[in-house]
């Protein structure tokens, strides 16, 4: 069997010591924004514009950005981390989609969830989680969310 993998990007954002998740629908657990990454954009693009369209916010990506520039190449901004997801597994154990995610940090300026696009989660699913939160939770969270999402909230707040 084949896997199908598809690139995305998500961005963890965070405001006064808190990040913001949603229970997806689809997949059923505790996620932050992001989503498919399209043909013309560069993953810190794509991560900017999910949030943007998920929650309404305007996040500034806290990333590390290189410092290589030349006629043919410049540094993008770096993502926190990237993660090999596993989307669909099969009984037999064979992985049959997977995401190659560009997680990001971001800093929003406030915690009013309105989304800008048109098929969006109602704000009201959206919820903001401390730290402590996220550990008080974490039987229902899965747990690189949890680990990320505290590891968003310690950067951004220094």
Same mark, same amino acid.
């Given at each position: ?19 913001l ?18 043909r013309?954009?560069?993953?810190? !693009? @794509?991560a ?6 998920? +929650?309404?916010? /305007?996040? $500034?990506?806290? %990333? ?12 993008i901004p ?14 037999s154990g ?9 997680v ?15 098929? !969006? @989660? ?7 989680? +401390?730290?402590? /939160?996220? $550990?008080?939770? %974490? ?8 680990e ?11």
């Amino acid at each position: 069997m084949e896997t199908t993998r598809h690139f995305v990007a998500t961005v963890y954002p965070v405001c006064d010591g808190a990040t913001l998740l949603h229970e997806h629908d689809r997949l059923g657990m505790w996620l932050p924004p992001g989503g498919h990454i399209d043909r013309d954009e560069l993953p810190h !693009e @794509a991560a900017l514009r999910e949030c943007h369209e998920e +929650t309404g916010l /305007e996040v $500034d990506l806290v %990333a590390p950005h290189g410092t290589i520039e030349s006629d043919a190449a410049r540094s993008i901004p770096e993502p926190q981390h990237f993660l090999l997801e596993d989307i669909n597994v099969h009984e037999s154990g064979q992985v049959g989609h997977q995401h190659v995610d560009f997680v990001f940090y971001g800093q929003a300026d406030t915690r009013e969830v309105d989304p800008a696009g048109d098929d !969006e @989660a109602h704000p009201e699913v959206w919820e903001w989680f +401390t730290a402590e /939160e996220l $550990d008080a939770r %974490a039987g229902e969270l899965p747990t690189d969310v949890v680990e990320v999402g505290k590891r968003a909230i310690e950067t951004v707040s220094k």
